[in-house]
């Protein structure tokens, strides 16, 4: 077997290890967003890479247009852990209070008309 085969060939099989690997960690996050077959996993994987070039953490693009009207404070502490993944959006860590959780509705979130 020639050198440039043994390297597609190791190559094509690390990609698939990474492939089944990353598709296992998307399904274990649980349904949510797009269908959970491996359709929707590359639909996330399309969407996940067309991502790479945005930062997540920047709201300036939504400063003055109603959304918000000046920046962000910054949080104290650290950020919470959230799965690489673009949907679903999961957050791993740094959970409400189960107290706190009910009050987390649709309703909670509509503002009063003035």
């Not at 690390?14 to 359709?39: E, F, N």
């Not at 969407?47 to 300036?60: C, G, I, Q, Y």
């Amino acid at each position: 077997m020639k050198a440039g085969r043994r390297v597609a060939l190791a190559a094509a099989v690390l990609a698939a290890g990474w492939v089944v690997r990353d598709y296992r960690g998307w399904l274990a996050l649980g349904t949510g967003g797009l269908p959970h077959t491996p359709r929707g996993w590359l639909t996330m994987a399309v969407l996940r890479a067309r991502a790479w070039r945005v930062d997540p953490l920047d709201t300036t693009a939504f400063v003055g247009t109603g959304h918000l009207t000046g920046p962000l404070p910054n949080r104290p502490g650290r950020r919470p852990t959230v799965a690489g993944y673009p949907i679903p959006h999961r957050q791993l860590d740094q959970f409400p209070d189960q107290r706190f959780t009910p009050a987390l509705s649709v309703a909670s979130f509509v503002a009063a008309p003035p």
